[in-house]
């Protein structure tokens, strides 16, 4: 089984422009998550998918973050314009219930630098 | 919202001794926590994780013990090795574990020859 896909794996830009970030969940997974790890703490959820509906996304600064998941398979989360704060790791996750277990999973993740 | 706090953030324990890493939660509808070791660079790995309906779970090395009425829950790594050293999350969720998860803020674990 193949896992979560990410790409790119880094990615330094100035300020105050623009960056996108792919996932391609395990096949079959309904629920896909992005996730923000800023250095030295736990990652914080930014939003949550299931299908291609948003299920959660309370913590996502919508100023400047959107996050899509139009065919509800592949997302893309975008920040425009970008801030020195949001140098971080972006997970991605996914989970599908199958046989009481969930299988959460974790992409390697897009480092973002802003400089 | 949850809240997990944990503790401590730094542990450093001669190999061949135990580690004990401790978290609270607050949100009482939690019933699903896992731990995650994620090394520099890397996503974190689930290692093991406990439902509510369970106190305790054992895999080898690495035992998880879950206190529903004080809200919290601890990693025990026995016999630890200098590969055990890394950083330890754990997290909290409800639905059973196909929902998002609150983490705590890490704890680094360095084992020592």
């Known amino acids: 089984e193949a896992g979560v896909a990410q790409s790119p794996r880094y990615k330094i830009i100035e300020k105050r422009q623009s960056v996108a970030f792919w996932c391609n969940p395990i096949?079959?997974?309904?629920?896909l998550y992005w996730y923000q790890q800023i250095l030295g703490q736990g990652p914080k959820l930014l939003i949550q998918f299931q299908n291609n509906g948003v299920v959660d996304d309370s913590q996502l600064p919508k100023d400047r973050f959107s996050a899509e998941r139009l065919k509800g398979v592949d997302s893309t989360l975008k920040i425009q314009p970008a801030k020195l704060e949001d140098s971080a790791v972006y997970l991605c996750?996914?989970?599908?219930?199958?046989?009481?277990?969930?299988?959460?999973?974790f992409g390697s993740g897009t480092r973002l630098t802003v400089v | 919202g949850e809240n997990v706090e944990q503790h401590p953030s730094t542990l450093s324990v001669q190999e061949g001794d135990s580690a004990v890493i401790k978290c609270t939660y607050s949100?009482?509808?939690?019933?699903?926590f896992p731990w995650y070791k994620q090394e520099l660079g890397k996503r974190p790995q689930l290692i093991i994780d406990?439902?509510?309906?369970?106190g305790e779970k054992k895999d080898q090395r690495i035992a998880v013990t879950l206190n529903k009425t004080a809200k919290h829950f601890s990693l025990h790594i026995t016999e630890t090795q200098p590969e055990d050293s890394a950083v330890y999350f754990c997290a909290a969720s409800y639905g059973g574990g196909g929902n998002k998860l609150t983490f705590g803020t890490g704890t680094q674990l360095k084992v020592e020859l």
């Open positions: 406990i439902r509510s309906n369970v």
């Open positions: 949100d009482s509808a939690s019933n699903y």
């Open positions: 996750a996914s989970s599908s219930p199958r046989g009481g277990d969930y299988g959460y999973t």
């Open positions: 096949s079959g997974h309904a629920t």
